[in-house]
């Protein structure tokens, strides 16, 4: 009996590879594994086939060990608005009873006696049937269309509004929900092997089919939530305006797209391409903060050598005059420029630089006059079948030098003039003063 099983559970496992592995099927099959491998330790200790030998202790210590770190995962904390705790409830039931059942199956492993362990088998069998139908509701909860607030929707899609689309959280939840669904297909398969007729081979085979419908429910509402990015991000750029946490955010609800932040308050040059739609830009209290979100066809088809030379000629103080000269040099690469931003290091703390690892920017450092400059620019390939060059008025240019700002009171300059004035007085003063003493003494003199 047990070598059918174990027959029939490869079948599945190389049913589901002997098509074109995605990563739906993948997971799928990680779900259904884990009660494959409680089906087989659970047939290896029950029974009375004497042929049989014992699990060495390993096994056992492993068994254990994986019923125990799904217990503890099976009420991890999921959080929601309150408009929503009503409709979790269920799903809060299901782990609760999750974790009752896998405590009880702890038992009939860890039972000292067969007695014990019989005993532990039949309060199992009992508990389950009394919560199979709640059990199985987890194939297919998610999909229940609710009202929220006027809104009617599946559980699923309510969720993800609730977390704004943010991917770590939809995967996080994602993570949670399949852990409860490998839970009971493991509670499921040892049911059935409790059971005087085992239908093994059906509940397996439907718990396979529902775990592939679940993750593919995952992924069509993930690719829901991809097809509002621009209007995500662009929320959650009007409402964060410190860069370090606008950054982090990005990188948290859409890490499946690369973007940097830009965070200017100092001297600098800045040219970005008008009609391009990956970049946003915002002044908030003197400062300049852009987003650039990366394409794949913008990654740099140069080096960062072939871009020093064009770099290197641009004046920064002639940032307004130099554009359309360096757009006809990034032509002649075959590029469009996207976007340039050029600064002086001597003030690179005023600025926040934040890439993502797959970001398409390139950094090129010169020196020019004695004078240090980073420039970050992006381009993009240049479509071979349309012959316009792009022109100054394609840009927006912003030029920003900072003023050393004078300490208040007088200047300096104004200091020496008033005491370089007061001693030109003073001198002239005394001066006349002696002139008119040494003309009343010779007149003094000529008298006498």
């Not at 002649?332 to 600064?343: K, P, R, T, Y």
């Amino acid at each position: 009996m047990k070598a059918v099983k174990v027959l029939f559970a490869l079948s599945v496992l190389s049913s589901f590879y002997c098509r074109q592995v995605t990563p739906v099927l993948q997971a799928a099959v990680e779900v259904v594994s884990f009660g494959i491998d409680v089906y087989s330790f659970f047939d290896s200790i029950l029974g009375e086939d004497e042929d049989k030998s014992p699990p060495p202790p390993i096994e056992y210590d492993r068994i254990i060990n994986r019923i125990s770190e799904k217990i503890e995962a099976s009420t991890d904390t999921v959080v929601f608005k309150i408009e929503l705790q009503s409709y979790i409830s269920e799903l809060r039931d299901v782990a609760l009873t999750v974790k009752q059942l896998l405590a009880e199956m702890m038992d009939i492993v860890t039972a000292k006696s067969k007695e014990k362990r019989e005993e532990y088998q039949r309060r199992f069998r009992g508990n389950y049937r009394q919560h199979q139908t709640k059990l199985y509701r987890i194939k297919n909860l998610l999909a229940f269309k609710i009202d929220v607030s006027g809104i009617s929707n599946t559980l699923l899609a309510l969720i993800a509004n609730e977390f704004e689309c943010g991917m770590t959280k939809l995967e996080e939840f994602q993570n949670y929900y399949m852990t409860l669904v490998s839970d009971v297909v493991a509670l499921s398969l040892l049911n059935e092997r409790l059971e005087e007729k085992s239908l093994y081979n059906d509940t397996l085979a439907s718990w396979k089919t529902a775990t592939r419908s679940l993750y593919t429910d995952f992924e069509k509402q993930k690719s829901n939530c991809k097809a509002k990015f621009f209007g995500l991000i662009k929320k959650n750029f009007d409402k964060i305006n410190d860069p370090s946490q606008l950054y982090q955010s990005n990188q948290n609800r859409y890490p499946y797209k690369a973007t940097d932040v830009l965070f200017l308050s100092g001297s600098y040059c800045v040219w970005n391409l008008k009609n391009y739609n990956n970049i946003l830009k915002k002044m908030h209290e003197r400062t300049f903060t852009y987003v650039v979100i990366n394409e794949n066809k913008n990654e740099a088809a140069h080096s960062r050598e072939q871009y020093l030379k064009i770099t290197s000629t641009t004046q920064f103080r002639d940032c307004l005059e130099d554009t359309g000269k360096i757009i006809s040099y990034f032509d002649v690469l075959g590029e469009d420029l996207i976007f340039w931003l050029m600064f002086p290091q001597d003030i690179s703390d005023k600025f926040r630089i934040l890439l993502d690892q797959n970001s398409t920017a390139s950094q090129i450092n010169h020196v020019q006059d004695g004078t240090e400059y980073t420039t970050i620019l992006y381009v993009r390939a240049q479509d071979i079948e349309v012959n316009s060059t792009l022109t100054l008025a394609d840009f927006d240019t912003v030029f920003n030098e900072d003023t050393v700002e004078e300490p208040s009171g007088l200047k300096t300059w104004q200091f020496w003039a008033i005491i370089g004035g007061s001693a030109l007085v003073l001198i002239i003063t005394i001066t006349i003063i002696v002139a008119k003493i040494y003309k009343k003494c010779r007149e003094s003199r000529f008298d006498y």
